[in-house]
């Protein structure tokens, strides 16, 4: 194709010689060129020129609207686009498209805040690589709320009604995401007005805030918790449940058929908040069972709290129940008792 000035040169010239059909012809060329080049904005203009030219030119105007669709689709990132197939499926061309380009990209490392709980920040978070955790802070208290993966949502609580934030997300590992801005979402509606009631949709199929509240409220109330006593070991565990870094000594407080928490000296509270949402392996053995009782579980770290004057203490869910075990532990404190 000529140089692209030449181009406009020559439609500017077929208007003056009132010769539209030839204008409009150049023009979807142009659109054409613009399109394959990935310079959407600029083919966007020349077909609203297009429209201006010859409102009749339906043919042409149609099928610059294809042209330019069908280029937005293929300039889609094909990784992104399988990690939200379930999403992007609910849309029609047109409004993928604009979701699409609608979002912007951020880039986080390890132990970095997205959002924090309390911060007015309407915007919904798509998780296209690495791994985050939902906490929720109570009384100084961190609570787990949510592991985060690709091709998961945040923030979902505050993009539909302008609230603040009732969570924070923190990385766990380096983290990319896409993210869409309320206002932009406003901006989307009054050209694609389904488009809000079909993102509704679908994340509505995900685990509500309120719900994971009433969870893990619940989740402590509902579970026997009984005393226990003596040293075991904790040791962190990567995402493919592969140790990291040495096992540390741990003095035990209590125990569940779902949990268990116990004391570690550290007196960093930025250090141990970081420790909620991470896995580990704990190990006790109570001294008045046998070895085959012991308990050597893979759990989540829930939550973290410091107390006055003592050890802070890390509480685990564990990813198993322990019946058998529990039993056991359980006749031991009444006995104690």
């Known amino acids: 194709m000529k140089n692209r000035r030449q181009q406009e040169e020559l439609i500017q010239k077929c208007l003056m010689e009132n010769d539209k059909r030839c204008a409009i012809k150049l023009l979807l060329e142009l659109i054409t060129a613009c399109a394959q080049e990935k310079d959407f904005k600029s083919a966007e203009a020349l077909r609203d020129q297009m429209y201006e030219i010859d409102p009749m030119a339906l043919t042409e105007i149609i099928r610059s609207a294809e042209i330019i669709e069908a280029a937005k689709s293929g300039a889609i990132d094909k990784d992104h686009r399988k990690t939200w197939s379930a999403l992007y499926n609910n849309f029609s061309l047109e409004e993928a498209n604009a979701f699409y380009f609608a979002l912007k990209s951020a880039v986080y490392g390890a132990n970095e805040t ?95 805030i309120c719900d994971l509240l009433k969870t893990r409220q619940l989740d402590r109330r509902r579970q026997k918790r009984f005393r226990i006593c003596g040293i075991g070991t904790a040791h962190l565990m990567n995402s493919a449940r592969n140790p990291v870094g040495r096992p540390f000594k741990v003095e035990m407080s209590d125990v569940s058929q779902k949990g268990i928490s116990f004391y570690v000296r550290i007196t960093n509270k930025e250090t141990a908040n970081h420790l909620v949402g991470r896995t580990l392996c704990v190990r006790y053995s109570h001294p008045q069972l046998d070895s085959a009782k012991a308990i050597n579980e893979f759990g989540t770290i829930v939550a973290v709290r410091f107390h006055p004057y003592a050890d802070c203490s890390i509480h685990v869910q564990f990813d198993d129940s322990i019946g058998k075990t529990m039993e056991d532990l359980s006749q031991l404190s009444a006995q104690m008792q």
């Open 114 to 208: 997205v959002f924090q709980q309390g911060e007015h920040k309407r915007r919904l978070f798509l998780i296209n690589s690495g791994r985050s955790k939902l906490i929720y802070s109570m009384n100084g208290t961190e609570v787990f709320l949510k592991l985060l993966n690709p091709g998961e949502i945040a923030g979902e609580d505050t993009i539909f009604s302008d609230t603040v934030c009732t969570t924070s997300m923190i990385t766990l590992s380096g983290v990319e995401l896409s993210f869409l801005d309320a206002d932009v979402l406003e901006r989307l509606k009054k050209e694609f007005p389904m488009l809000e009631s079909k993102l509704l949709d679908f994340v509505s199929k995900s685990e509500k």
